[in-house]
C-alpha cells in the first residue's frame, strides 16, 4: 500500500429495508403535496370559478329584468303578491337573491334544482316541487357552505328579523328570518308546504333555506326558515335595503 494514501473505507449496498423507507418517505411527501393542492383548488380556486359564473349570471339576468321592467301596477298591496312564477326548467336561472346580513354586495342568482350541475356554479339551487317566490308554501333553497362560492357561508349569522329578498321579473319578495334549526341529513321535512309537517295544506307564503352543518363538513344540515313579510312590483323599484345593491348590479 502506498504510504502517502489514506485507505478507503468499503461502501456498503444499502439495505432493502433502507430502501423501502426511502420510497415510503418520498411517496408520503409527495401525496401530502398532492393533497394540499387539491384543499386549495377545493377551498380556494372553486370559489373564485364559482363566484365568476354566479356574477355572470345575476348581471345576465338583472339587465333582463332592467330592460323589461314591467307596467306600473297601480293600487298594489304589499300583502298580496301576484301568482307568481311557473316552475322553471332545471338549471334556469329565474331570480336573484340578497340577504343584506351577508353585506351589501351579496347577491346570488336562484336557479332551478339542487343538483351538482347547479349548486356546484350557479349558487342556489330551488328545490323542484316547493314553492315559487311569493306563492303560499314553501319556497326552499339550498347553497353550499363551503367552497364553489360557499353561498351560505355566513347562514348562522341570520337571526330572528333579518331579512331575505328574493327578485323576480314579477317585482320583490321581502321575508323576515323567523327560526332556524339543526337537523340531520335526512329530515327532509323541513322542506315540506309547512316546515317539519308533511301532508299538511300551507295557508304561509315561506322561505327556507338548507345547507350543510358543521362549516367544513357535512354530518348535519343547518336550516333558516322566513316568512313574507311584503311584495313590491318591479316598476315600483327595490326596496330601500337593497337599493344600493340592485342599483349597483
Known amino acids: 500500500m502506498n504510504q502517502g494514501t489514506a485507505p478507503t473505507a468499503e461502501r456498503r449496498p444499502r439495505s432493502v429495508l433502507h430502501w423501502v423507507i426511502q420510497i415510503t418517505g418520498e411517496l408520503l411527501i409527495t401525496i401530502g403535496v398532492v393533497l394540499l393542492l387539491f384543499v386549495a383548488w377545493q377551498l380556494w380556486w372553486t370559489n373564485i370559478d364559482a363566484d365568476r359564473t354566479q356574477s355572470q349570471a345575476v348581471s345576465t339576468l338583472v339587465q333582463e329584468f332592467d330592460s323589461n321592467p314591467g307596467e306600473p301596477v297601480p293600487d298594489w298591496d304589499p300583502n298580496t303578491p301576484p301568482a307568481g312564477l311557473s316552475e322553471p326548467g332545471h338549471g334556469e336561472v329565474f331570480g336573484v337573491v ?15 334544482g339542487t343538483s351538482s350541475d347547479v349548486l356546484d356554479s350557479l349558487g342556489l339551487g330551488h328545490y323542484e316541487g316547493s314553492a315559487m317566490p311569493g306563492q303560499v308554501g314553501n319556497f326552499s333553497l339550498a347553497g353550499h357552505r363551503q367552497t364553489r362560492g360557499k353561498v ?48 299538511v295544506a300551507p295557508t304561509e307564503r315561506l322561505l327556507t333555506l338548507t345547507t350543510c352543518h358543521p362549516r367544513y363538513g357535512d354530518t348535519e ?7 313574507l313579510e311584503s311584495w313590491r312590483p318591479a316598476a315600483a323599484g327595490a326596496p330601500a335595503e337593497i337599493a344600493a345593491s340592485v342599483a349597483g348590479s
Open 98 to 112: 340578497y340577504i343584506p346580513k351577508f353585506g351589501s354586495d351579496y347577491q346570488r342568482p336562484a336557479t332551478q
Open 152 to 199: 351560505l357561508n355566513d347562514i348562522d349569522l341570520l337571526t330572528e328579523g333579518d331579512h331575505i329578498y328574493v327578485r323576480t321579473k314579477d317585482g320583490y319578495y321581502t321575508y323576515t328570518v323567523y327560526s332556524h334549526e339543526i337537523v340531520q341529513p335526512d329530515q327532509v321535512e323541513v322542506i315540506e308546504p309547512v316546515p317539519g309537517q308533511p301532508g
Open 221 to 227: 344540515r343547518y336550516i333558516v326558515h322566513a316568512r
